[in-house]
Protein backbone atom coordinates (compact mmCIF):
# COMPACT_ATOMS: atom_id res chain seq x y z
CA UNK A 1 0.00 0.00 0.00
CA UNK A 2 1.33 3.56 -0.49
CA UNK A 3 0.02 6.48 1.65
CA UNK A 4 -0.22 10.03 0.14
CA UNK A 5 -1.21 12.39 2.39
CA UNK A 6 -2.72 16.26 0.75
CA UNK A 7 -0.64 18.63 1.77
CA UNK A 8 -2.85 20.92 -0.57
CA UNK A 9 -6.21 21.98 2.47
CA UNK A 10 -8.51 22.45 -0.27
CA UNK A 11 -8.64 19.22 -1.69
CA UNK A 12 -11.84 17.54 -1.93
CA UNK A 13 -13.03 18.44 2.16
CA UNK A 14 -9.50 19.92 3.23
CA UNK A 15 -8.10 19.81 7.24
CA UNK A 16 -10.26 21.98 9.63
CA UNK A 17 -8.45 23.24 12.87
CA UNK A 18 -6.88 19.74 13.91
CA UNK A 19 -7.60 17.54 11.60
CA UNK A 20 -5.57 15.79 9.03
CA UNK A 21 -6.41 14.52 5.66
CA UNK A 22 -4.96 10.94 4.42
CA UNK A 23 -5.36 9.13 0.96
CA UNK A 24 -4.24 5.60 0.92
CA UNK A 25 -4.13 3.60 -2.62
CA UNK A 26 -5.55 -0.14 -1.83
CA UNK A 27 -2.58 -2.12 -4.21
CA UNK A 28 -4.17 -3.09 -7.74
CA UNK A 29 -3.75 -7.19 -6.44
CA UNK A 30 -6.30 -6.48 -3.23
CA UNK A 31 -9.56 -6.62 -4.44
CA UNK A 32 -11.83 -3.79 -2.93
CA UNK A 33 -15.07 -6.21 -2.73
CA UNK A 34 -13.25 -8.12 -0.10
CA UNK A 35 -11.75 -4.83 1.31
CA UNK A 36 -14.96 -3.73 1.93
CA UNK A 37 -17.21 -6.58 2.18
CA UNK A 38 -20.55 -7.57 1.55
CA UNK A 39 -22.57 -4.44 1.09
CA UNK A 40 -19.51 -2.39 2.95
CA UNK A 41 -20.12 -4.54 6.04
CA UNK A 42 -16.35 -4.47 6.50
CA UNK A 43 -16.46 -0.70 5.78
CA UNK A 44 -19.17 0.04 8.40
CA UNK A 45 -17.36 -1.74 10.72
CA UNK A 46 -14.00 0.82 10.39
CA UNK A 47 -16.43 3.72 10.32
CA UNK A 48 -18.61 2.56 14.06
CA UNK A 49 -14.74 2.13 15.26
CA UNK A 50 -13.66 5.51 14.14
CA UNK A 51 -16.80 8.01 14.62
CA UNK A 52 -14.54 10.60 14.54
CA UNK A 53 -12.88 10.51 11.37
CA UNK A 54 -14.90 10.15 7.74
CA UNK A 55 -13.85 7.68 5.68
CA UNK A 56 -14.69 7.98 1.69
CA UNK A 57 -14.13 5.24 -0.71
CA UNK A 58 -13.50 5.95 -4.49
CA UNK A 59 -12.42 3.37 -6.61
CA UNK A 60 -8.80 1.83 -4.84
CA UNK A 61 -8.22 4.92 -2.93
CA UNK A 62 -9.53 5.71 0.61
CA UNK A 63 -9.46 8.90 1.94
CA UNK A 64 -9.82 9.62 5.79
CA UNK A 65 -10.72 12.90 7.44
CA UNK A 66 -10.18 13.38 11.30
CA UNK A 67 -8.17 13.97 14.22
CA UNK A 68 -4.46 13.32 13.83
CA UNK A 69 -4.40 10.16 16.11
CA UNK A 70 -7.70 8.91 14.74
CA UNK A 71 -6.29 9.17 11.35
CA UNK A 72 -3.09 7.88 12.20
CA UNK A 73 -5.10 4.44 13.53
CA UNK A 74 -7.15 4.03 10.57
CA UNK A 75 -4.77 4.58 8.39
CA UNK A 76 -2.09 1.50 10.10
CA UNK A 77 -5.88 -0.40 10.63
CA UNK A 78 -6.26 -0.68 6.39
CA UNK A 79 -2.45 -1.55 6.23
CA UNK A 80 -3.60 -4.44 8.95
CA UNK A 81 -6.52 -5.64 6.58
CA UNK A 82 -4.89 -5.08 3.17
CA UNK A 83 -2.35 -8.02 4.69
CA UNK A 84 -5.27 -9.93 5.92
CA UNK A 85 -6.36 -10.00 2.02
CA UNK A 86 -3.47 -10.30 0.92
CA UNK A 87 -2.54 -13.72 2.68
CA UNK A 88 -5.79 -15.18 1.49
CA UNK A 89 -8.28 -14.26 4.55
CA UNK A 90 -11.13 -12.89 4.62
CA UNK A 91 -12.51 -10.44 6.48
CA UNK A 92 -15.08 -9.64 8.70
CA UNK A 93 -16.47 -7.13 11.10
CA UNK A 94 -14.70 -9.20 14.15
CA UNK A 95 -11.71 -9.61 12.51
CA UNK A 96 -11.77 -5.57 12.30
CA UNK A 97 -13.10 -5.02 15.51
CA UNK A 98 -10.35 -6.91 16.84
CA UNK A 99 -7.83 -5.29 14.84
CA UNK A 100 -8.94 -2.01 16.11
CA UNK A 101 -8.96 -3.29 19.92
CA UNK A 102 -5.02 -4.68 19.17
CA UNK A 103 -4.00 -1.42 17.90
CA UNK A 104 -5.81 0.13 20.53
CA UNK A 105 -3.21 -1.51 23.15
CA UNK A 106 -0.51 -0.37 21.28
CA UNK A 107 1.22 -3.42 21.20
CA UNK A 108 4.50 -4.40 19.20
CA UNK A 109 2.64 -7.24 17.32
CA UNK A 110 0.73 -6.77 14.22
CA UNK A 111 -3.00 -7.67 13.82
CA UNK A 112 -2.53 -9.10 10.67
CA UNK A 113 0.17 -11.73 11.87
CA UNK A 114 -2.43 -12.78 14.88
CA UNK A 115 -5.76 -12.89 11.94
CA UNK A 116 -3.03 -15.07 9.59
CA UNK A 117 -1.61 -17.69 11.92
CA UNK A 118 -3.52 -20.95 10.66
CA UNK A 119 -3.00 -23.77 13.14
CA UNK A 120 -5.39 -26.35 11.69
CA UNK A 121 -7.31 -26.90 8.61
CA UNK A 122 -9.98 -29.55 8.38
CA UNK A 123 -13.21 -29.54 5.88
CA UNK A 124 -12.80 -26.17 4.66
CA UNK A 125 -12.78 -24.39 8.17
CA UNK A 126 -9.47 -22.84 9.00
CA UNK A 127 -8.62 -22.62 13.46
CA UNK A 128 -6.41 -19.95 14.38
CA UNK A 129 -6.14 -17.67 17.26
CA UNK A 130 -8.38 -14.25 16.84
CA UNK A 131 -6.65 -12.09 19.56
CA UNK A 132 -3.42 -11.07 20.91
CA UNK A 133 -3.43 -12.78 23.92
CA UNK A 134 -4.67 -16.37 22.31
CA UNK A 135 -1.69 -15.98 19.69
CA UNK A 136 0.74 -15.65 22.60
CA UNK A 137 -1.16 -18.55 24.28
CA UNK A 138 -0.45 -20.68 21.21
CA UNK A 139 3.05 -19.32 20.82
CA UNK A 140 3.72 -20.38 25.05
CA UNK A 141 2.44 -23.86 23.85
CA UNK A 142 4.98 -24.15 20.46
CA UNK A 143 7.79 -22.83 23.02
CA UNK A 144 7.03 -24.58 26.57
CA UNK A 145 6.98 -28.00 27.74
CA UNK A 146 3.81 -27.70 30.10
CA UNK A 147 1.58 -24.82 29.45
CA UNK A 148 -1.63 -23.17 31.79
CA UNK A 149 -4.38 -21.69 29.86
CA UNK A 150 -6.66 -19.58 32.87
CA UNK A 151 -9.01 -17.59 31.56
CA UNK A 152 -13.29 -16.96 31.70
CA UNK A 153 -15.96 -19.62 29.40
CA UNK A 154 -15.37 -18.63 25.52
CA UNK A 155 -11.36 -17.53 25.41
CA UNK A 156 -10.75 -20.97 23.53
CA UNK A 157 -8.25 -22.32 26.30
CA UNK A 158 -9.26 -25.70 24.97
CA UNK A 159 -10.43 -25.87 21.47
CA UNK A 160 -7.07 -24.27 21.03
CA UNK A 161 -5.15 -26.50 23.01
CA UNK A 162 -6.57 -29.15 21.20
CA UNK A 163 -5.92 -27.68 17.51
CA UNK A 164 -2.11 -27.56 19.02
CA UNK A 165 -2.57 -31.08 19.95
CA UNK A 166 -4.08 -32.82 16.47
CA UNK A 167 -1.50 -30.62 14.69
CA UNK A 168 1.53 -32.16 16.87
CA UNK A 169 0.43 -35.45 15.86
CA UNK A 170 -0.19 -34.53 12.38
CA UNK A 171 3.17 -33.78 12.13
CA UNK A 172 4.46 -36.60 13.92
CA UNK A 173 5.84 -34.50 17.05
CA UNK A 174 4.06 -36.83 19.30
CA UNK A 175 1.98 -40.64 18.54
CA UNK A 176 -0.90 -39.97 20.96
CA UNK A 177 -3.29 -37.58 21.86
CA UNK A 178 -4.68 -37.57 25.70
CA UNK A 179 -7.69 -35.69 26.80
CA UNK A 180 -9.29 -35.77 30.26
CA UNK A 181 -11.13 -33.55 32.53
CA UNK A 182 -12.26 -34.48 35.98
CA UNK A 183 -16.16 -35.81 36.76
CA UNK A 184 -16.37 -33.24 39.86
CA UNK A 185 -20.02 -32.88 39.66
CA UNK A 186 -20.38 -36.87 40.68
CA UNK A 187 -17.52 -36.35 42.54
CA UNK A 188 -15.54 -38.82 40.64
CA UNK A 189 -17.86 -41.34 41.83
CA UNK A 190 -19.74 -42.36 39.36
CA UNK A 191 -21.27 -45.56 40.78
CA UNK A 192 -24.95 -43.88 41.66
CA UNK A 193 -25.84 -42.70 37.65
CA UNK A 194 -27.70 -45.52 35.48
CA UNK A 195 -26.17 -46.71 32.79
CA UNK A 196 -22.48 -48.41 31.92
CA UNK A 197 -19.60 -46.82 32.84
CA UNK A 198 -19.38 -44.98 29.57
CA UNK A 199 -22.38 -44.17 30.02
CA UNK A 200 -21.94 -42.56 33.47
CA UNK A 201 -18.68 -41.00 32.21
CA UNK A 202 -19.54 -39.88 28.72
CA UNK A 203 -21.67 -36.04 29.59
CA UNK A 204 -18.47 -35.20 31.55
CA UNK A 205 -16.37 -35.47 28.38
CA UNK A 206 -18.77 -34.87 25.39
CA UNK A 207 -17.05 -30.78 24.80
CA UNK A 208 -13.98 -32.90 24.28
CA UNK A 209 -15.80 -35.06 21.40
CA UNK A 210 -17.28 -31.85 20.35
CA UNK A 211 -14.09 -30.07 19.56
CA UNK A 212 -12.63 -33.01 18.22
CA UNK A 213 -15.72 -33.63 15.65
CA UNK A 214 -14.58 -29.71 13.99
CA UNK A 215 -10.75 -30.86 14.01
CA UNK A 216 -10.95 -34.52 12.71
CA UNK A 217 -12.87 -36.51 10.30
CA UNK A 218 -15.59 -37.70 12.34
CA UNK A 219 -15.52 -40.97 10.59
CA UNK A 220 -11.59 -41.68 11.67
CA UNK A 221 -12.03 -40.41 15.35
CA UNK A 222 -13.18 -44.22 16.61
CA UNK A 223 -10.59 -45.62 14.42
CA UNK A 224 -8.20 -43.67 16.10
CA UNK A 225 -9.43 -44.06 19.80
CA UNK A 226 -9.07 -48.03 18.98
CA UNK A 227 -5.65 -47.95 17.64
CA UNK A 228 -5.05 -45.57 20.89
CA UNK A 229 -3.82 -42.21 19.14
CA UNK A 230 -6.30 -40.59 20.71
CA UNK A 231 -7.85 -41.24 24.07
CA UNK A 232 -10.51 -39.50 26.06
CA UNK A 233 -10.78 -40.18 30.13
CA UNK A 234 -11.54 -38.81 33.23
CA UNK A 235 -8.87 -37.41 35.63
CA UNK A 236 -9.34 -40.27 37.67
CA UNK A 237 -7.72 -42.66 35.12
CA UNK A 238 -4.76 -40.89 34.75
CA UNK A 239 -3.51 -42.19 38.32
CA UNK A 240 -0.46 -44.48 38.31
CA UNK A 241 0.22 -43.73 34.40
CA UNK A 242 3.36 -42.40 32.49
CA UNK A 243 2.79 -40.42 29.62
CA UNK A 244 5.31 -40.79 27.00
CA UNK A 245 5.16 -39.35 23.56
CA UNK A 246 2.17 -37.71 24.00
CA UNK A 247 -0.08 -34.41 23.80
CA UNK A 248 -2.09 -34.37 27.18
CA UNK A 249 -4.86 -31.73 27.93
CA UNK A 250 -6.66 -31.32 31.31
CA UNK A 251 -9.63 -29.57 30.75
CA UNK A 252 -11.75 -27.86 33.33
CA UNK A 253 -8.83 -28.24 35.93
CA UNK A 254 -10.20 -25.57 38.49
CA UNK A 255 -12.23 -28.73 39.84
CA UNK A 256 -9.29 -30.26 40.62
CA UNK A 257 -8.19 -30.79 44.13
CA UNK A 258 -4.52 -29.80 45.02
CA UNK A 259 -3.56 -33.34 45.07
CA UNK A 260 -4.87 -34.42 41.96
CA UNK A 261 -2.89 -31.17 40.07
CA UNK A 262 -0.31 -32.89 41.17
CA UNK A 263 -1.22 -36.20 40.56
CA UNK A 264 -1.69 -34.98 37.10
CA UNK A 265 1.35 -32.87 36.33
CA UNK A 266 3.56 -35.83 37.73
CA UNK A 267 1.99 -38.31 35.03
CA UNK A 268 4.31 -36.37 32.32
CA UNK A 269 6.65 -38.54 30.28
CA UNK A 270 9.48 -38.00 27.93
CA UNK A 271 8.95 -35.82 24.55
CA UNK A 272 5.46 -35.07 26.25
CA UNK A 273 3.47 -31.35 26.21
CA UNK A 274 0.66 -31.06 28.66
CA UNK A 275 -1.69 -28.26 29.06
CA UNK A 276 -4.17 -27.50 31.74
CA UNK A 277 -7.06 -24.92 30.91
CA UNK A 278 -9.44 -23.77 33.77
CA UNK A 279 -11.29 -20.98 34.67
CA UNK A 280 -10.94 -20.03 38.46
CA UNK A 281 -14.37 -18.53 38.77
CA UNK A 282 -16.30 -21.17 38.14
CA UNK A 283 -15.40 -23.75 41.17
CA UNK A 284 -17.19 -26.38 41.21
CA UNK A 285 -15.60 -28.43 44.09
CA UNK A 286 -17.26 -29.06 47.50
CA UNK A 287 -17.08 -26.09 50.15
CA UNK A 288 -13.96 -26.40 51.92
CA UNK A 289 -11.40 -28.20 49.17
CA UNK A 290 -9.18 -25.80 47.38
CA UNK A 291 -8.90 -25.93 43.55
CA UNK A 292 -5.68 -26.90 42.36
CA UNK A 293 -5.56 -24.66 39.92
CA UNK A 294 -5.93 -21.43 41.91
CA UNK A 295 -2.81 -22.41 43.76
CA UNK A 296 -0.45 -23.84 41.16
CA UNK A 297 0.58 -20.79 39.66
CA UNK A 298 2.12 -20.16 43.34
CA UNK A 299 3.61 -23.62 43.46
CA UNK A 300 5.24 -23.91 40.79
CA UNK A 301 6.39 -19.73 39.87
CA UNK A 302 9.98 -19.68 38.74
CA UNK A 303 9.71 -23.49 37.35
CA UNK A 304 11.81 -23.76 34.32
CA UNK A 305 9.74 -24.79 31.28
CA UNK A 306 6.47 -23.98 32.96
CA UNK A 307 4.35 -20.86 31.28
CA UNK A 308 0.59 -19.43 32.48
CA UNK A 309 -1.06 -17.60 29.80
CA UNK A 310 -3.86 -15.58 31.07
CA UNK A 311 -6.86 -14.67 29.01
CA UNK A 312 -9.57 -12.39 29.86
CA UNK A 313 -13.12 -11.04 28.60
CA UNK A 314 -11.52 -9.18 25.36
CA UNK A 315 -10.65 -12.57 24.14
CA UNK A 316 -14.03 -14.07 24.21
CA UNK A 317 -15.19 -15.86 20.86
CA UNK A 318 -18.66 -16.36 21.81
CA UNK A 319 -21.57 -13.97 21.58
CA UNK A 320 -20.39 -10.76 22.06
CA UNK A 321 -22.82 -10.81 24.94
CA UNK A 322 -20.32 -13.10 26.78
CA UNK A 323 -17.87 -11.25 27.05
CA UNK A 324 -20.21 -8.49 28.68
CA UNK A 325 -21.76 -11.12 31.18
CA UNK A 326 -17.90 -11.89 32.14
CA UNK A 327 -17.24 -8.64 32.99
CA UNK A 328 -20.66 -8.00 34.81
CA UNK A 329 -19.43 -10.69 37.30
CA UNK A 330 -16.15 -10.15 37.97
CA UNK A 331 -17.21 -6.34 39.21
CA UNK A 332 -19.93 -8.27 41.00
CA UNK A 333 -17.20 -9.87 42.60
CA UNK A 334 -15.06 -7.51 43.37
CA UNK A 335 -17.68 -5.54 45.16
CA UNK A 336 -18.40 -8.09 47.12
CA UNK A 337 -15.29 -8.73 48.23
CA UNK A 338 -14.63 -5.10 49.16
CA UNK A 339 -17.92 -5.08 51.01
CA UNK A 340 -16.42 -8.68 52.80
CA UNK A 341 -13.31 -6.71 53.84
CA UNK A 342 -14.63 -3.59 54.53
CA UNK A 343 -17.16 -5.62 57.04
CA UNK A 344 -14.29 -7.42 58.79
CA UNK A 345 -12.82 -4.76 61.04
CA UNK A 346 -16.31 -4.75 62.57
CA UNK A 347 -16.47 -8.55 62.86
CA UNK A 348 -13.33 -8.36 64.65
CA UNK A 349 -14.56 -5.33 67.15
CA UNK A 350 -17.98 -7.55 68.07
CA UNK A 351 -15.53 -10.97 68.57
CA UNK A 352 -13.22 -8.83 70.97
CA UNK A 353 -16.26 -7.83 72.97
CA UNK A 354 -17.88 -10.92 72.89
CA UNK A 355 -14.14 -12.43 74.83
CA UNK A 356 -14.38 -9.72 77.40
CA UNK A 357 -17.60 -10.30 79.05
Known amino acids: ?26 PPEVAMVSMLGARDEVLRAVERSFPRADIHVRGNEITVTGPHGEVALVERLI ?77 GKTYLAMAKAVQSVQA ?79 DEAQNTSAEQMKMFLTRLGFNSKMVVTGDITQVDLPSGTLS ?27 HRLVSDIVDAYSRWD ?3 HADQQARRPEADVARQRRGRR
Open 292 to 318: GLRIVRDILDGVDDVHFSILNSSDVVR
Open 1 to 26: MTDNTDSNPAADRGPIGNEAVHKIVV
Open 79 to 155: DELIAVVAAGHPLTTDAVERSVGMLRQQTSERPADVLTLNILSNRGRTIRPKTLNQKHYVDAIDDHTVVFGIGPAGT
Open 334 to 336: EAQ
Open 172 to 250: KRVNRIILTRPAVEAGERLGFLPGTLNDKIDPYLRPLYDALHDMIDPESIPRLMAAGTIEVAPLAYMRGRTLNDAFIIL
